[in-house]
């Protein structure tokens, strides 16, 4: 099988720009297969895939969650953390709008508009994550030290099973 050519998504450019060490992992995406689908592709742990959700409080400001792939959001604690009302995932095309990415493909490097980054804490003790590169079928897999330190999320404790 002839290698497959690396995507250059905004994403790449955003990691690249701010010199972040990352190897690219390409796979068969599976629509709705989620981070089941992309662990069990990369034969790697769900728990070290992250999951890029855009969502948005009751006036509609939109947040990127960074979650483990294995845990859900509890969305009524990050409402309870950020002081507001209620945090619900956003539409696909909502989201798209904002992230400028395809559902699926979501990356919180490179979005269309700037949002604030909050971060379930546990992710940042892991030795690598493997995170959206920004294109369906295309994780990038890097140091959680560099998320970290390029996108400065909010640590959190928000996920549940």
């Not at 250059?8 to 689908?37: I, M």
């Not at 002081?83 to 559902?103: F, I, M, N, T």
């Amino acid at each position: 099988m002839a290698k497959e050519k690396t995507p250059v998504t905004a994403a790449v450019r955003q990691l690249r720009a701010e010199k972040v060490a990352f190897s690219d992992h390409l796979y068969a995406y599976e629509e709705k297969g989620g981070t089941a689908s992309s662990s069990r592709e990369l034969r790697v742990d769900e728990h070290v895939v992250i999951k890029t959700l855009v969502m948005e409080d009751e006036s509609r400001a939109p947040l990127i969650v960074l979650m483990h792939g294995d845990l859900q959001v509890s969305t009524k604690e990050l409402a309870r953390l950020l002081g507001v009302k209620q945090v619900s995932p956003c539409s696909a095309d909502v989201a798209q709008r904002h992230s400028g990415y395809l559902v699926g493909g979501t990356s919180p490097f490179g979005t269309r508009h700037k949002m604030p980054v909050y971060m379930e804490g546990s992710i940042a003790t892991l030795p690598k994550i493997y995170i959206n590169g920004g294109k369906r079928g295309y994780l990038v897999e890097i140091d959680p030290a560099e998320l970290v330190r390029v996108l400065k999320p909010h640590l959190v404790n928000v996920g549940i099973r």
